[in-house]
């Protein structure tokens, strides 16, 4: 079998010595979609965060392998450039610095020497056109007055330049409404692919409506207490994390795809 894109191993995860992520195993292969559901608090952002080395969160016990290799040690700029992506729940404005600039400066950052200069402005208004964002777009400050909407095509629009291999959505869910969420997913449809593995966060189901996962995992107080396929995200908006939360310890066998 071939080595998975991110296999995360009994990863135990402190925050101000305070432990938030209570051993969770997951392995993502290319080409897959998986979902992270959870209860607010339950520690989704936590795990993105981890995942892309913020230095307030401390793995305390347990792996994070990606393509095989363990990130220990590796910094955030490091993991940016293997080909690890955040979409933050929470995006930053940075007023001063335009879209272009900015993904002019993180594709260099990322390709390094095979970036070309020279390349840029066509491939960056080709993959604009692409998404049907407007060229104004272009000379706007980032995330700077953005509505949710044009956060989501921004962060698109990113994925699409950088091509990471794996790709950390943390999804606002409030404040998106149903037009910014179906931006968000048909950027996911449009950019997932083979190459491509998607750690897909969500606090409700509404976006696995327009996304289909390969697999949906539940994540209640920093452990994932359930992982199935697709009709399981249907099963918690029914029932909502409640009946979940009662279980205090995670059943034996977790399925794992
Ligand atoms: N930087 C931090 N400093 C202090 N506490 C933190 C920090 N990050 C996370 N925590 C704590 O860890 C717990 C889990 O928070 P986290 O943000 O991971 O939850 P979440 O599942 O992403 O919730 P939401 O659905 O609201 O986004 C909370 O108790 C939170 O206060
Ligand atoms: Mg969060």
Known sequence: MSVPLL??????????GKEILKGISLRV???????????NGSGKSTLSNTL??????????????YRGENLAGLKTDARARAGIFLAFQYPTSIPGVSVANFLRTAMKARFGEAFQPKEFRKTFKAAMAELGI???FATRYVNDGFSGGEKKRHEILQMKLLKPELAIL????????????RTVAEGINHLRGPELGILLITHYQRILNYVQPEAVHVLING??????????????EAKG????EVLKEPPKEIVSK
């Open 7 to 16: 296999e995360i191993k009994d990863l135990h995860v402190q925050v101000e």
């Open 29 to 39: 292969e290319k080409g897959q979609v998986h979902a992270l559901m959870g209860p």
């Open 52 to 65: 892309m080395g913020h230095p307030k969160y401390q793995v305390t016990q347990g792996q994070i392998l």
């Open 134 to 136: 407007d060229e104004g």
């Open 170 to 181: 943390d999804e606002t869910d409030s404040g998106l409404d149903i037009d910014a969420l």
């Open 223 to 236: 452990q994932i207490i359930r992982s199935g396929g697709k009709d399981l995200a249907h099963e918690l």
């Open 241 to 244: 994390y409640a009946p979940y």
